[in-house]
Each structure stands twice: as C-alpha cells, then as structure tokens.
C-alpha cells in the first residue's frame, strides 16, 4: 500500500535558520506533491504543490524540491520565524482523486 | 479566495445522540468534498469522498451507516455521526476542491470540528 513518511520527532531550530522537513513515499508514483501547515486544532492550509516535472519550487521563504528517483520531498523554509513554528503535512494524491496524507512533522522556531 | 467553513467548530453530546457537521465553500463551488478525522498527533484519515448529488464513497472500514454524508449542493456537505460514542470523539475536518481552474488541484480545508462523546 502507498505510504508516506515524515519525521515524527519534532525540529527545533533558531530563528533566522533554514528549516528542512523531509517527506518519503513508497508504493507509488506521484504525478505531485503537496505541503500543508496544520496549527493546533485547526485544518491543514495549503502551502505548495510541485508536478513530478519540477525539480524545485518557491514561494516567498518557502522552497519545495521533488526527486521521483529518490521518492523523496524536501520542504525548505529560510530564515525561520517563530511564526513559522507548526505542524507541516506532506500530501500525495493517489488514483481517484483521493489524498493521502504524511503524520506531519513539528517545527519549532525559537526566538 | 477558496475559503472553506465549518459549523460548529465545538461540540459536545451524549453518548447515543446524533450531531451534524456542516461543511461549506464560501467563495467556490466544490464539485468534490472530503471528510476526515483526525487523532492527536496522527494524520488526517480520509473517511469518505462526496461529490454533489451522488452517493458518497467511503474508505474502508467506515461504516457508512454510522457516518451519513450529505452532498445536497455545490457548495454544502455535511456529516451526520449517528448514535455517537466515545470513540466517536475527535477532529472532524472537510475540505473541498472543483474540477478545473486554478484551484483543481489544491484541497482547501475547513476549520475542523472537535467533536467530544460524554
């Protein structure tokens, strides 16, 4: 069955750092990827998404990079803010227009 | 834009009882909406996929009895937890996309509804 998986220990770093979050797929061939920011009882908003073609993608401080060799998302925020403190949720859709969704990894940005 | 409401966005009930969840889009029309639940510190688990006017599709393991959906329009879904539970408690959360444009690939998701069983 397809998975994904993000690294459940949380990350803490200084503020002013590059942030990284990797997010790794099994079982399937993504035609692309997404990254989502969860605060604490609320849903999930979108961040980013980045086709199989693309190799990287920006957005202000954000960058997302997409190896199909690899099955592998990294998902970069520089010069972290604590604002930017969350959880942040890779996202594959699979056939049927269904999406699976990673645990998410925590992201703690310390003034 | 692609502003998805939830209501309500707390609720408590008794064991047995019966609570429905609203799910709109307010600025688009979603021709497919999702429903999930979310354990703490677990990911959102796809429980079922609705699209306006047809019988929604649920994951397995769902039952469908228990979790009636409602897709009446394009821009309202709702959940219905039937004789509610305990186990029943947790954060309900929809989402919704359409079928093209700009916005046919992104999910945009509701609030989330915490649902506790007494």
């Known amino acids: 069955s397809q998975k994904i998986e993000q690294n459940s220990e949380a990350l803490n770093i200084q503020e002013g750092k590059t942030a990284t979050l990797t997010c790794n797929y099994t079982n399937y061939s993504p035609a692309y990827l997404q990254w989502y920011r969860q605060d604490p009882g609320r849903g999930p908003v979108f961040l980013l998404l980045?086709?199989?073609?693309?190799k990287e993608k920006r957005k202000e401080r954000l960058k997302v990079t997409f190896d199909t060799t690899l099955k592998q998302s990294l998902f970069h925020i520089t010069a972290s803010q604590p604002a930017d403190s969350a959880t942040y949720l890779c996202a594959l859709e699979t056939g049927g227009f269904k999406t699976i969704f990673g645990a998410g990894t925590r992201l703690f940005v310390k003034a | 834009g692609a502003v998805v409401s939830q209501h309500p966005s707390r609720v408590i009930c008794k064991s047995g009882t019966s609570v429905k969840i609203e799910c709109r889009s307010l600025?688009?029309?979603?021709?497919?909406m999702f429903w999930y639940r979310q354990f703490p510190k677990q990911s959102l688990m796809l429980m079922a996929t609705?699209?306006?006017?047809?019988?929604?599709?649920?994951e397995q393991g769902v039952e469908k009895d228990k979790f009636l959906i409602n897709h009446a329009s394009l821009t309202l879904s709702t959940l219905t937890v039937t004789s509610a539970h305990p186990e029943d408690s947790s954060f309900y959360i929809c989402?919704?996309?359409?079928?093209?444009?700009?916005?046919?690939?992104?999910?945009?998701f509701g609030p989330g509804t915490r649902l506790t069983v007494t």
């Open positions: 989402s919704a996309k359409t079928a093209g444009g700009t916005l046919s690939y992104e999910q945009y």
């Open positions: 609705s699209n306006e006017g047809s019988k929604a599709t649920y």
């Open positions: 980045i086709r199989e073609n693309e």
């Open positions: 600025d688009f029309q979603a021709t497919t």
